[in-house]
């Protein structure tokens, strides 16, 4: 069998994952979620006000900190939002998986182990040694 069937079969088991199942699940309610949606479109407009007003008015400018101020009560206002949570969570869920798996995958092809503590350095030896 080939590498590249073997890779095919490894995203087959991994689309079957209870993490990616839920993350599929997660994003399609983010996609309809209209509320959710309407907001992040807004953050992405308010996002592009903020970087031209810091372009043209100067990072100390009165537009610049109230549209900055705006911005971050947005972004924490979606951030509190269920279908946001949920989303951002089943994500992370994902990512952490998929960085095991190509860890794994990079052990087995190279003999070395990535590190999975938090704030490596590269030097393993206090961890491993």
Known sequence: MSVMELAKQLGEAIKEDERVIRLNKATAVYENDMELLTKVSKYNEMSKSLAEAFETDGKDSEKVKTLGFELKELYTDIMAMPSMIEFS???????KFMEE??????YTVTGTRPCSHDGCDGDCSHCHG
């Open 89 to 95: 969570q089943a994500k992370e869920a994902v990512d």
């Open 101 to 106: 798996v190509n860890g794994e995958i990079m």
